[in-house]
């Protein structure tokens, strides 16, 4: 699909502003506070055992699907990594919390989600790395909203199905 300069730009901004968000997010985990060690337990309080692989998982996860995302390359891979490890933090850590973020609701993850959804469905569009390679247009429209459903919420699912042991005290139980 051919988009116009508006649109490139519009999908640019999208990209490299959701992208760069969340590679922030996983750069912090490694390098901010408490590091991997702090996060590991922050991870295993909230049920996400064992803490440190989950905070590896979730800080690797982040830093590369967000710079993937930022440089359009891989994009409804890149997608699906922004979604997975949203869907992740939804469950897990905001849901319980209500909507809005003043009140660690899910209304972020699931702004950062959508945004990545739109982006996978409409591609990177011409000024992205995909473009460059030839295959900006291979994995977009139903194909990338499939591919960043699927892959995403599917290995959010998958993670928590296979590390996301809360205590009743965690649950409130």
């Not at 055992?49 to 905070?55: E, Q, T």
Request: net charge neutral.
């Amino acid at each position: 699909m051919e988009l116009t300069t508006d649109a490139n730009l519009a999908l640019l901004i999208l990209r490299v502003v959701v992208g760069l968000t969340l590679a922030a997010h996983g750069w912090n985990k490694f390098t901010g506070g408490g590091k991997i060690p702090g996060t590991g337990r922050w991870f295993d309080s909230i049920g996400m055992r064992p803490g440190r692989l989950n905070a590896y998982l979730a800080a690797s996860t982040e830093l590369g699907a967000g710079l993937l995302l930022a440089v359009g390359l891989l994009h409804s891979l890149a997608a699906a990594g922004v979604i997975g490890v949203m869907t992740v933090a939804g469950w897990t850590s905001h849901r319980s919390n209500g909507f809005f973020i003043i009140k660690e609701g899910w209304e972020y993850v699931f702004v950062l989600a959508a945004m990545s959804l739109v982006t996978a469905i409409l591609g990177p569009g011409s000024w992205s790395v995909d473009d460059a390679l030839g295959i900006a247009d291979d994995l977009n429209g139903m194909t990338g909203l499939w591919i960043a459903l699927l892959v995403g919420v599917g290995g959010g699912v998958v993670q928590m199905l296979t590390f996301y042991r809360p205590s009743s005290v965690a649950r409130g139980d």
